[in-house]
Nanobody, 126 residues
C-alpha cells in the first residue's frame, strides 16, 4: 500500500511548540518534493511550507503566516520530513497534511500533489 503517514499532532497551548512528522509507506519519495498544507473550516487551503527534495540540500518555501515560527526539515537517514512548530497561535488549529509534490514552487504547491496522507490534527488551546 502506497501512502504517507503524518503524526505528532495533539493539544498545545498558545505560544507553545509541537513537532509533526511525515513518512512514506510503500514507496521511495526521493524523486519528489514534500510539503505541508492546511485548510481551516470555511477557509481556503493554505500551502504553508515545502521542500524541493528529501535527500538533502533542498530549497524551502514558507508562507508568510508561518515564516519565523515553523521550520521544515528532512532527515534522509530516517526517511522523515518534520515540521517544527513554535509560537503556535489559535489560528494554527487545523488538520495538517503532508503530500508529496512534483515540485516545491511557491504558495500553490498543493495543487500539484502526488501522494496524500490522512493528516494529523493540531489543537491550540489554553
Amino acid at each position: 500500500q502506497v501512502q504517507l503517514v503524518e503524526s505528532g499532532g495533539g493539544l498545545v497551548q498558545p505560544g507553545g511548540s509541537l513537532r509533526l512528522s511525515c513518512a512514506p509507506i510503500g514507496f521511495n519519495w526521493d524523486r519528489y518534493a514534500v510539503g505541508w498544507f492546511r485548510q481551516p473550516p470555511g477557509k481556503a487551503r493554505e500551502g504553508i511550507t515545502c521542500i524541493s527534495n528529501t535527500t538533502g540540500g533542498g530549497t524551502t518555501y514558507y508562507a508568510d503566516s508561518v515564516k519565523g515560527r515553523f521550520t521544515l526539515s528532512s532527515d534522509n537517514s530516517k526517511n522523515i520530513v518534520s515540521l517544527q512548530m513554535t509560537k503556535v497561535e489559535f489560528e494554527d488549529s487545523v488538520v495538517y497534511h503532508c503530500p508529496t509534490l512534483r515540485r516545491c514552487a511557491g504558495p500553490l504547491f498543493f495543487t500539484d500533489t502526488v501522494h496524500w496522507g490522512t493528516g494529523t490534527l493540531v489543537i491550540v488551546s489554553p
